[in-house]
């Protein structure tokens, strides 16, 4: 991100690709504008929160009218950075990196995904799902020549700390975790992580105390 990303709250950055989804369908459907009240209800946050977290990026809106969908998109992207493709590495080429691979919605949100990494060797020189598997120690150089940006681990737990400390010493600042375990990187380091049980449990609380349906 640019200068903004020191001053824009992490919770307000992570609503942005909510709101940037949103406006995505309001301009498939051509809709010029749209109000706070309804920005927060496709965004399912409340108004005031849709008018202070957009306060940020200095868009506020006109009375009466709301904010123009169009150039509150570009105005997002822009902050988001995606306005520029990001190169992604896969690390692991097991059935999650595959599927990972295989997911074309990477490329056309601006993450292609440029190859990936596994320690198998019957793996290294082929190509799944048309993208390269390398070695991992390939990754230092690759990053170099491909400008990669991000790392995502799709590897066993056991081996998912050793695989991160060889992404980020392989020059790779941002990562995301996709390992069903907990792992650690240094200052400086951006880290996310996807953690499918959690959110399946998650769903297991609402739907163990859900209002059964009436009759």
């Known amino acids: 991100m640019g200068d903004g990303a020191r001053h824009i709250p992490e919770a307000t950055v992570s609503r942005l690709p909510v709101y940037l989804r949103s406006l995505a369908e309001l301009l498939d459907d051509n809709v010029p504008t749209v109000s706070s009240e309804r920005l927060a209800e496709m965004a399912g946050v409340n108004a005031a929160?849709?008018?202070?977290?957009l306060s940020y990026l200095g868009s506020y809106g006109?009375?009466?009218v709301g904010y123009e969908v169009e150039y509150l998109a570009f105005q997002m992207s822009r902050e988001l950075g995606?306005?520029?493709d990001w190169p992604v590495a896969i690390m692991g080429a097991g059935n999650l990196g595959q599927a990972l691979a295989n997911y074309g919605g990477f490329t056309d949100r601006g993450f292609p995904v440029a190859c990936l990494i596994d320690a198998d060797e019957?793996?290294?020189g082929?190509?799944?799902h048309g993208i390269p598997v390398y070695a991992p120690a390939d990754l230092p150089g690759l990053v170099q020549e491909l400008g990669i940006s991000i790392g995502i681990i799709a590897t066993p737990a056991t081996v998912a700390q050793a695989v991160?400390?060889?992404v980020v010493a392989s020059g790779i600042k941002s990562i995301l975790n996709f390992a069903p375990t907990v792992i650690n990187v240094p200052e400086g380091t951006f880290l996310r992580k996807v953690d499918l049980a959690l959110?399946?449990?998650v769903l297991s609380?609402?739907?163990e105390h859900r209002t059964p349906d009436r009759v």
């Open 205 to 207: 609380f609402y739907q």
């Open 164 to 166: 991160a400390d060889h």
């Open 49 to 53: 929160k849709v008018r202070k977290d």
């Open 126 to 128: 082929t190509r799944i």
């Open 199 to 201: 959110e399946l449990q």
């Open 122 to 124: 019957s793996k290294v």
């Open 62 to 64: 006109t009375r009466g």
């Open 82 to 84: 995606l306005t520029r």
